[in-house]
């Protein structure tokens, strides 16, 4: 039985947060697991690139059953990563399993996926309100424990997404093909919400908007997301496919000033 973990952190230049981050998984009540850091601090490759750079690792070990994709910012409780994967084991359609994210106080941040596009919606109830399992639109990429047999099915992430909507696209992509996306409440973890958030350096929004873009194109002018979306039902396609041309000239305005 492939039982091994494999966890993979894209690290950027916050050795603290790495430090505690591992300090973290080691204290897990699961053994068998290896860490797989992709340095990212000189030659930036951004998020997807590195999260691909594990997966073909750990695909190479044939004990890897399990990848553990996690930001340098989130840390797990000790029961978190035995959590989700004991669920993976007893749900054998579960392709994607996610512990619940809190902040400090432990206040909720992420309990769930609502809208993906443009920029996604997470969904926010009370700690106590959580129970069991339930299905959620998408992983949020934070912290995600995907199964093998899901890679071998779909592939590594879609590297045109360089820094954004990655795990959306991979969870759309997953249940598309009848795999279940799951919140498992029981699993928690802290997550400080630092390294996707809002940036100040021109180059990474400049990225992100192309990621946005190319998100668009790929599934929101399709029927299948209409279908499997939270917000599908009421997208509006003129107002976006305006609101992604405007996009595209600041786009190409980004490119004739360099």
């Not at 950027?12 to 992709?38: G, H, M, P, Q, W």
């Not at 997404?161 to 409440?185: E, H, I, Q």
């Not at 992100?208 to 279908?227: A, M, N, T, V």
């Given at each position: ?166 795990d959306s696209d991979y969870s ?87």
């Amino acid at each position: 039985m492939k039982n091994k973990i494999l966890v993979i952190i894209p690290y950027y230049r916050n050795s603290e947060a790495l430090s505690r981050c591992i300090e973290k998984i080691r204290d897990s009540t699961f053994k068998s697991l290896e860490i797989f850091v992709r340095d990212n601090s000189n030659d930036n490759i951004l998020y997807t690139a590195a999260v691909n750079e594990g997966l073909k690792v750990g695909m190479a070990n044939a004990e890897v059953g399990f990848f553990l994709v996690l930001n340098q910012d989130c840390y797990l409780e000790s029961l978190a990563i035995e959590t989700l994967a004991s669920h993976l084991v007893n749900f054998a359609n579960c392709g994607i399993a996610c512990p619940l994210q809190l902040d400090k106080d432990n206040n909720v941040t992420w309990g769930g996926s609502l809208d993906a596009f443009p920029l996604g919606k997470h969904f926010k109830l009370p700690l106590a309100e959580y129970y069991d399992p339930f299905p959620t639109y998408w992983a949020n990429g934070a912290c995600m424990m995907i199964r093998r047999s899901v890679i071998e099915e779909i592939g590594i992430l879609d590297k045109n997404l360089r820094f954004m909507c990655s795990d959306s696209d991979y969870s759309f992509t997953a249940r598309s093909r009848g795999w279940d996306v799951t919140v498992v409440p029981t699993a928690r973890s802290e997550h400080a919400i630092s390294s996707s958030g809002k940036s100040s350096d021109y180059d990474i929004n400049l990225i992100k908007i192309k990621d946005i873009i190319y998100f668009y194109e790929k599934w929101i002018s399709g029927e299948l997301y209409g279908r499997i979306s939270h917000e599908g039902q009421t997208l509006n396609s003129e107002e976006l496919a305006r609101w992604v041309k405007d996009l595209r000239s600041e786009v190409g305005k980004a490119a004739l000033i360099f």
